[in-house]
């Protein structure tokens, strides 16, 4: 395992922020002063999963791209050539949570 605080630009990182865990790449190192950082800017590659199109059932791919996610939706890292757990990453609110939650009052 590895702690989050401990994860490095450039580093090969699995995310969930698609739903389905993605491959990528941190753009920047999560400490930020003497704090961590709670959202980090990663480049995703979101050609690894897709979707299928309900009129002709085709797979679109999506798009490798560079955006921000949240410190939680950071959950393995590769060194050393295997995949490590990464923990202890600053505590995030579940977005959805919190819409669902909205929803319903």
């Given at each position: 395992?590895?702690?989050?605080?401990?994860?490095?630009?450039?580093?090969?990182?699995?995310?969930?922020?698609?739903?389905?865990?993605?491959?990528?790449?941190?753009?920047?190192?999560?400490?930020q002063g003497r704090?961590?950082?709670?959202?980090?800017?990663?480049?995703?590659?979101?050609?690894?999963?897709?979707?299928?199109?309900?009129?002709?059932?085709?797979?679109?791919?999506?798009?490798?791209?560079?955006?921000?996610?949240?410190?939680?939706?950071?959950?393995?890292?590769?060194?050393?050539?295997?995949?490590?757990?990464?923990?202890?990453?600053?505590?995030?609110?579940?977005?959805?949570?919190?819409?669902?939650?909205?929803?319903?009052?």
């Amino acid at each position: 395992m590895i702690k989050y605080k401990d994860l490095k630009k450039n580093d090969e990182v699995k995310t969930t922020q698609l739903d389905t865990p993605v491959s990528g790449k941190l753009l920047e190192s999560p400490k930020q002063g003497r704090g961590l950082k709670k959202a980090i800017f990663i480049f995703t590659k979101g050609s690894e999963v897709g979707y299928r199109d309900k009129k002709t059932g085709k797979l679109i791919k999506m798009h490798d791209e560079a955006g921000s996610v949240y410190a939680h939706q950071v959950t393995e890292v590769k060194r050393d050539g295997t995949w490590h757990q990464v923990i202890d990453q600053p505590k995030t609110q579940d977005q959805d949570a919190m819409l669902d939650q909205l929803a319903t009052q």
